[in-house]
């Protein structure tokens, strides 16, 4: 499969029938991919259902469905709360959590983050986030597409910490059987001792990846490769 393309609208779809796109992404898949009528492509709604077929039509954009996918919600859920970074380091940990499965992001405004989300940014910042993780999810041909919070402090959040200085692995530290397991990964300078005392305070486990210390680009990324295999899905 080639391409995905999402509609929130797409509530049903069978085998021989024909489904609709609309809007922005009808545009671009005529304009900006030139796709043609033959081709084969598939239309998701993010909520666990994808459809994919041959495109019948492009005015208006039609597909005759020949395959059809309904995915349950994964269950634990894997969450990611990524402290804010400089640059766009925060932003290509979320869209590597997004190809590698993550069911939702929560954006943490964390002691040692750089980046500052204030005033009209605070929903700029979440509305950019929502983008990589729709573009992301297309990429990726995921069924389910993976939700943007609203930005959090410190005393919002729970989960496994990510500290390299952590006595338990996350190999080794028990996974809940159903819920959501959340990871939390520090900004740049790492979470301060006041913070990881909070967290623990707050019911978090701090657990530790390898030996290497990691950007907090790639952090959640790897963790989350390892909660894949850990919990069977890959």
Same mark, same amino acid.
């Given at each position: 499969?080639?391409?995905?393309?999402?509609? #929130?609208y797409?509530?049903?779809?069978?085998?021989?029938?024909?489904?609709?796109? #609309?809007? &922005?992404? =009808?545009?671009?898949?005529? $304009?900006?991919?030139?796709?043609?009528?033959?081709?084969?492509?598939?239309?998701?709604?993010?909520?666990?259902?994808v459809?994919?077929?041959?495109?019948?039509?492009?005015?208006?954009?039609?597909?005759?469905?020949?395959?059809?996918?309904?995915?349950? =919600?994964?269950?634990?859920?894997l969450?990611?709360v990524?402290?804010?970074?400089?640059? &766009?380091?925060?932003?290509?940990?979320?869209?590597?959590?997004?190809?590698? %499965?993550? /069911?939702?992001?929560?954006?943490?405004?964390?002691?040692?983050?750089? /980046?500052?989300? #204030?005033?009209?940014?605070?929903?700029?910042?979440?509305?950019?986030?929502?983008?990589?993780?729709?573009?992301?999810?297309?990429?990726?041909?995921?069924?389910?597409?993976?939700v943007? #919070?609203?930005?959090? /402090?410190?005393?919002?959040?729970? +989960?496994?910490?990510?500290?390299? $200085?952590?006595?338990?692995?996350?190999? &080794?530290?028990p996974?809940?059987?159903? +819920?959501?397991?959340?990871?939390?990964?520090?900004?740049?300078?790492?979470?301060?001792?006041?913070?990881?005392?909070?967290?623990?305070?707050?019911? !978090?486990?701090?657990?530790?990846? %390898?030996?290497?210390?990691?950007?907090? !680009?790639?952090?959640?990324?790897?963790?989350?490769?390892?909660?894949?295999?850990?919990?069977?899905?890959?």
């Amino acid at each position: 499969m080639a391409s995905l393309y999402l509609s #929130e609208y797409l509530e049903t779809a069978v085998v021989g029938g024909s489904i609709s796109l #609309e809007g &922005d992404e =009808a545009k671009h898949a005529v $304009t900006v991919a030139r796709t043609r009528v033959g081709e084969r492509l598939a239309i998701g709604n993010g909520r666990g259902l994808v459809a994919s077929g041959v495109v019948s039509s492009l005015d208006p954009f039609a597909l005759t469905v020949d395959d059809v996918r309904v995915e349950a =919600a994964p269950d634990p859920q894997l969450w990611l709360v990524q402290a804010l970074a400089k640059g &766009d380091r925060d932003e290509l940990a979320v869209q590597a959590a997004t190809e590698l %499965g993550v /069911s939702g992001v929560i954006p943490w405004s964390a002691e040692r983050s750089v /980046s500052r989300w #204030e005033g009209a940014k605070v929903e700029k910042g979440r509305l950019r986030w929502e983008a990589i993780v729709r573009e992301a999810s297309k990429q990726s041909i995921r069924a389910w597409m993976p939700v943007v #919070e609203p930005i959090a /402090s410190t005393a919002q959040i729970s +989960g496994l910490v990510l500290d390299p $200085t952590a006595e338990v692995a996350l190999t &080794d530290v028990p996974l809940a059987a159903s +819920g959501r397991i959340a990871l939390i990964v520090g900004p740049e300078g790492g979470i301060s001792p006041r913070e990881l005392d909070r967290l623990e305070q707050q019911g !978090s486990t701090r657990v530790r990846l %390898g030996p290497e210390i990691l950007r907090t !680009s790639t952090a959640g990324p790897a963790a989350i490769a390892v909660l894949n295999a850990r919990l069977g899905r890959w």
